[in-house]
């Protein structure tokens, strides 16, 4: 594939193509001692010099010496909450004479350019198109959102602590789903992007960014740099029959051991960027003149979740990590055709006591005698 070259100093002529297209540029950004996905405006918005420092249940931001865009992996947020929002109204009726009437939804759709979309995250967006677009049901509010955004991806130049991508065989490189791929090279006092166009519209958006053929050496610099962060993540997970194993296991006395620990806080689930529950809520104001319904995210580790007839089908902690540990790496290959897992390591980050999913499923591959139990 060719690949071209984009000069530090032009790197704000990529956001202005972006904004002159009429795109809402979405990209990380620094907010309350983390990365987060945000609108920005200018270059300077983005964590410029920053680095993460990330293990189990540990974030922290350090400034760095360099003035790299990119020097850090993904944060608490993900795409997700842009393309699937925590809340989000379906519907919305008002009161009229002799009835009610349904009010027509207005807002128009945003048009997002992401920025700064890593591999991992292409991967978990390619797992949500197909769970709210490919299916029997498509959801159209996601629909929407995605047929209209356009991603610039960027290849990892270091990995995380609880990063896992390589082991999942979803990055560290990105291979697909973008429309624009950056690598951040910083050598030798200079620093540039090497870039990949991956769309006609990534294509068209490109020609009015000042750009030139990147050169053998410049290309070969940007592939070390991956081939360098595929070789130093933080953690692995064995995946290999993975599926079958935690299936059998299904009464293992593990789910109970990581019981005593879990607190069922759902942090796991809202960092994650494949967890897609919902739950319906309808609201009526106090006059009845008006009614709505809202849609919000949900976790598999609330009570309420599973509560039909009278009760909750998941009434304990075990039962509910269990749900969620085998969803991700073995049920979800059955309903969906891959693992719900990217290997981000959010869910290692965020959890406020420690528990690692490569860990759990590490253990539990360790117990298999091939007969469960
Ligand atoms: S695994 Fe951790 S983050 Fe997930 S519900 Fe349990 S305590 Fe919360
Ligand atoms: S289960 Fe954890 S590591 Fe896997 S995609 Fe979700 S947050 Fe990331």
């Known amino acids: 594939m060719t690949t071209f070259l984009l000069e530090r100093e032009d790197f704000p002529a990529l956001l202005k193509t972006l904004t002159d297209a009429g795109y809402q540029v979405i990209a990380p950004t620094v907010r309350e001692g983390a990365i987060v996905y945000d609108e920005i405006e200018s270059i300077a918005e983005l964590p410029i010099g920053y680095h993460d420092e990330q293990e189990a249940a540990f974030y922290r931001l350090h400034p760095t010496k360099d003035k790299a865009l990119f020097s850090y992996v993904v944060g608490p947020q993900s795409w997700k909450r842009f393309l699937h929002p925590p809340e989000v109204r379906l519907w919305q009726a008002k009161r009229v004479e002799g009835g009610m009437e349904i009010v027509p939804n207005t807002q128009a759709v945003p048009r997002y350019a992401f920025v700064g979309v890593r591999a991992c995250e292409l991967h978990a967006i390619a797992i949500q198109d197909k769970i709210f677009m490919q ?16 991603i610039v991806a960027v290849n990892c130049g270091v990995a995380g602590g609880t990063c896992f991508c390589a082991s999942m065989h979803t990055g560290p490189q990105v291979t697909s789903g973008f429309d624009l791929a950056l690598t951040e090279v910083l050598e030798d006092g200079r620093h540039y992007f090497v870039v990949e166009v991956g769309s006609d519209t990534g294509k068209e958006l490109w020609k009015d960014v000042p750009h030139r053929k990147a050169k053998p050496e410049e290309a070969a610099a940007a592939q070390h740099i991956i081939e360098h962060t595929a070789a130093h993540m933080g953690r692995e997970l064995d995946i290999d029959g993975l599926p079958e194993i935690i299936t059998r296991k299904i009464e293992s006395p593990r789910w109970e051991t990581i019981a005593q620990t879990c607190l069922a806080c759902a942090n796991c689930t809202m960092v994650c960027p494949t967890c897609f529950c919902n739950t319906i809520e309808d609201v ?23 509560y039909i007839h009278g009760g909750s089908v998941r009434y304990s902690t075990k039962a509910r990590y269990r749900q969620w540990l085998t969803h991700k790496l073995a049920t979800w290959v059955e309903q969906f055709g891959t693992l719900g897992c990217v290997g981000c390591g959010r869910c290692i980050t965020w959890c406020p006591v420690a528990i690692d999913i490569t860990a759990e499923a590490a253990a539990i591959r360790q117990s298999d005698d091939g007969k469960g139990k």
């Open 284 to 306: 009526t104001d106090l006059t009845g003149g008006s009614a709505e319904r809202i849609r919000k995210w949900d976790s598999c580790f609330t009570m309420d979740f599973s």
């Open 135 to 150: 299916g029997e049901f498509v959801d159209p509010i996601y629909q929407a959102r995605r047929e209209a955004a356009l």
